[in-house]
């Protein structure tokens, strides 16, 4: 009684799951160890029949498409597993990104503000440093005008790092925006190419 050894192979993969990969080369080489054994002859003299030789080639190509698909399952899930991390990386790095400059950009705007009070300050506390500013004042009022002219000019120069910051951040969440929304349509699109019509 012969035995179809793909058949118990697959049988005994199926019941064994050891390794479906490890299955498929055992079943390999005993396909091949059958061809050369059916090449050389057995040790009676007597050749198998062409078919069933054909029958083995063919099942020889099964098992090979098989193990081609099983490492083409294998290499693509894992570069869909790195894809993943890189962009998981990515987006999480943004976020880090977009998040450190609105730190930024209220750490400008504060400091641009406290510039501005101490400006205020500064201007209302010596009782005669604004008029003494337009009439020429005297040398004693001359170091408050000077602090709260640098204090203004520091408000200013702030104030245009933060207006430069938030511009950025703002063009980065649009950018963000944008590609998301293109990532979304092509995936609707994908899934609508997915879909097939049959009309009968």
Known sequence: MAIDQAGLNSLLATFMPKNNMTALREQRANLLQKLQ???????????????DIKQQLRELVAVDQEIA?????EISKKL?????????????KERDRERALAKHERL???RS?????????????????????????SQEDKP??????????????????????????????AKAQIEENAERK???HKKKSKRV???V
Do not use: W
């Open 186 to 188: 092509k995936a609707a």
């Open 113 to 137: 503000l406290s510039k501005l009070l101490s400006a205020a300050g500064k201007a209302g506390h010596p009782g005669q440093a604004c008029i003494g500013a337009f009439s020429g004042g």
């Open 197 to 199: 019509n049959i009309m």
């Open 108 to 110: 400008l705007v504060n």
């Open 37 to 51: 054994q059916s090449d050389t002859g057995n040790q009676d003299g007597d050749r198998q029949q062409p078919g």
């Open 144 to 173: 408050y005008i000077s602090e709260v002219d640098r204090d203004l000019r520091e408000s200013v120069q702030y104030g245009i790092a933060a207006a430069e910051v938030a511009v950025r951040r703002k063009n980065a969440e």
């Open 80 to 92: 869909e597993e790195k894809r993943l991390e890189r962009e998981a990386a990515i987006a999480k």
């Open 69 to 73: 698909q099983k490492l083409y399952d």
